[in-house]
C-alpha cells in the first residue's frame, strides 16, 4: 500500500494564479483531510470530508476549495493565490471511528509570490 | 482556554536522559488521544495511542489522566535519535482530531 500520497511536492505560485493539490489515499478511507502548517502555528484544518461526495469547513477554510468525487481522492484548490498560502500542506485520511489514528502525506510546499 | 495545549519547548536533554511532555485539552468528553512525532520538514507519524490504563512501547510510555483532562509521554533513555517534534491529538467526539501546536525535543551528545 502506497498508504496516503500528495501531489506535487513543491510548488511555486504567482500571485493570482490558481492550482489544485491531489491528496490520494489506498486505505480505503472514509474521512480525509487538508492542513496548512506554519511556523509557530502549529497544524490548521483547512477543509474535510466524512464521505465522497461531502466536505466541511475547517479552522481556516477562506481561499480554498475542495472537492471529493471519489472516495480516494480529496482536492484542494487555491482559485487565486495570496502570498499569506505560503505554506506546507498536509493531507491525511482515517477510517471512521473516534479511536482511530489519522496518515498523513508527505506534504506539498507551496510558495506564492 | 484553548482546546489543546502544549509547552513548546524546546526542551534540551542530554543522551540517556528522561523527559516527559504533557498536553492539557479542554473537553471532558474527548474520546480518544495520540502522540505523533514529526521530523523537521515531515510529516507527522503516529507515536502512539494512549488508553485508560496506560501504555507503554519500549522507551515511551503514555499516559491519560482523564480528571486533570491531560495527557503525557515519558521517554526514558533518550537516543540523539528522539530529536523531533511531538504533536498530541485529541478526538473530541467529532470527525476530526485537534492537534497541539507540538513540543520540540532536542538529544545532545
Known amino acids: 500500500n502506497a498508504g496516503v500520497t500528495q501531489t506535487p511536492k513543491f510548488r511555486v505560485l504567482k500571485t493570482g494564479q490558481s492550482m489544485t493539490l491531489l491528496c490520494a489515499q489506498d486505505m480505503n478511507h472514509e474521512y480525509m483531510y487538508w492542513y496548512r502548517q506554519d511556523p509557530g502555528m502549529g497544524l490548521r484544518l483547512i477543509h474535510y470530508s466524512v464521505g465522497e461526495g461531502t466536505t466541511a469547513k475547517g479552522e481556516v477554510p477562506d481561499g480554498y476549495n475542495v472537492s471529493r468525487l471519489k472516495k480516494q481522492n480529496f482536492l484542494l484548490g487555491l482559485e487565486s493565490a495570496a502570498p499569506s498560502q505560503t505554506s506546507v500542506y498536509f493531507c491525511?485520511?482515517?477510517?471512521?471511528?473516534?479511536?482511530?489514528?489519522?496518515?498523513f502525506g508527505p506534504g506539498t510546499r507551496l510558495t506564492v509570490l | 482556554r484553548k482546546e489543546v495545549e502544549q509547552d513548546p519547548g524546546p526542551f534540551n536533554v542530554p543522551e540517556g536522559a528522561t523527559v516527559a511532555f504533557n498536553c492539557t485539552y479542554s473537553?471532558?468528553?474527548?474520546?480518544?488521544f495520540f502522540w505523533y512525532r514529526q521530523d523537521c520538514r515531515k510529516e507527522p507519524k503516529l507515536l502512539m495511542s494512549v488508553y485508560s490504563s496506560g501504555n507503554e512501547d519500549g522507551r515511551f510510555t503514555a499516559q491519560l489522566n482523564r480528571a486533570s483532562q491531560y495527557i503525557s509521554l515519558l521517554i526514558r533513555d533518550s537516543k540523539l535519535s528522539d530529536s523531533a517534534t511531538y504533536l498530541c491529538?485529541?478526538?473530541?467526539?467529532?470527525?476530526?482530531?485537534?492537534f497541539g501546536k507540538g513540543t520540540m525535543l532536542l538529544v545532545s551528545p
Open positions: 491525511a485520511s482515517r477510517l471512521a471511528g473516534a479511536e482511530n489514528e489519522q496518515f
Open positions: 473537553n471532558s468528553a474527548s474520546q480518544s
Open positions: 491529538a485529541v478526538n473530541m467526539g467529532y470527525s476530526t482530531l485537534t
